[in-house]
């Protein structure tokens, strides 16, 4: 298999001077997974990006036909996405984490916070690739991640910081 390598991002909110700033430091990459909030403006991701995008929709995304949450399959890795508001992200992990497992999914992203996270837990490895457009965390630096699934089928996540 070759290796696979994924942009990750959520929470755009219809500001895409970053993400088009983003896709030409990040390229080459095979696909982009979406964790919600582009706030209508997912035609224009997906021709800013151009390649195969996934998106599912977020608490800011109310017109939207996009999915609230999706299980997609890449290298191998079962992958479940969602915004994170309908799992209670907030206050912890565990039913995030308990849908994941329960649709066979090796991997948990979200989004909603606005704020970077990664960790292994109970079995899954759950992110958030933070906001490259609106963050939240101390110090307020826009992020993103970026899946890569070796030849062997091994994911791997890294969380990274735009710096402009």
Known sequence: MKAK???????????????????????????????????????VIKEIVGVPVEIVSGNCDWASDLPSEKTVTIGGIRIFMTHGHEYYV?????????????????????????RPFLEQY?????????SISRPRQPGYEPSYGVLTIDEMGIPKIDLKFFKK
């Open 5 to 43: 390598r994924i942009l990750l991002i959520s929470d755009t909110h219809g500001f895409h001077e970053n993400l088009e700033e983003l896709v030409r430091r990040e390229a080459p990459f095979d696909r982009v997974l979406h964790m919600g909030d582009t706030e209508g403006w997912d035609p």
């Open 90 to 114: 907030t206050t912890g992990m565990d039913v995030l984490r308990d849908q994941a497992l329960a649709c066979g999914c090796q991997i948990a992203l979200f989004g909603h916070t606005h």
């Open 122 to 130: 109970g079995g899954v490895l759950v992110a958030n690739p933070g």
